[in-house]
């Protein structure tokens, strides 16, 4: 049965990119990543694409490509485009569908617009901590948000170091299945990808 994944943050730099790869992998699904801000010549969808070694994943295009690395919503002003949810039709195709946001849940892309309006209320949403000062509040009030707008929070990845304490009070404060986490790791690449894959599929289904 297909699914659709989005994946988000409780900030930026927290490793959606590596997550959404994993989760790609996992399923043999499809990768989008609706609004790419800077870094266009190796973008999120670059670097996915690069970590992946299935056969059956198709990439979708960015459907907006901005130039400067900020905000969404300043990089559009920027670029002189402007950017709504309506404008951002999700591709069709025979797998699931791994969609990775742009920062956290409450980014905005436009000054009306969130990251969170991009999402419906059938997706498997996916958020990805990474632990540092303050990473409990931020964990524990994008739980609340998503639940506040009715969406469903899937499960949570922790990313990078682990620190047990923090995971656990996540986990019961917040509600919220854990999925498994991602080491800091010394590299990543296709090998490490598919090992992690591993580990992580059943829990998607």
Known sequence: MKHTYF???????VGKTVAS??????LEADYW???QAGDLDNSDSHKVERLISNDKTVFHKNRFALKTPISPHAAAEIDQVKITSKK???PK???SLVIEGAGGLLVPISDKETIADLMQPEDRIILVSRHYLGSINHTLLTIEALESRDLNC???IFSG???KSTESIIEKMGGIKVLGRIE???????NVIKEYAELFREKLK
């Not at 994946?7 to 730099?13: A, F, P, Q």
């Not at 800091?184 to 296709?190: A, T």
Request: glycine residues 12%.
């Open 21 to 26: 790869a994993i989760l790609t992998e996992a």
């Open 88 to 90: 951002i039709k999700r």
């Open 33 to 35: 990543k609706p609004i």
């Open 161 to 163: 170091e682990e620190n």
């Open 93 to 95: 195709g025979e797998n």
């Open 184 to 190: 800091q790791e010394p590299y990543f690449d296709q």
């Open 7 to 13: 994946v988000t943050g409780i900030g930026t730099e």
């Open 154 to 156: 899937f499960g949570i």
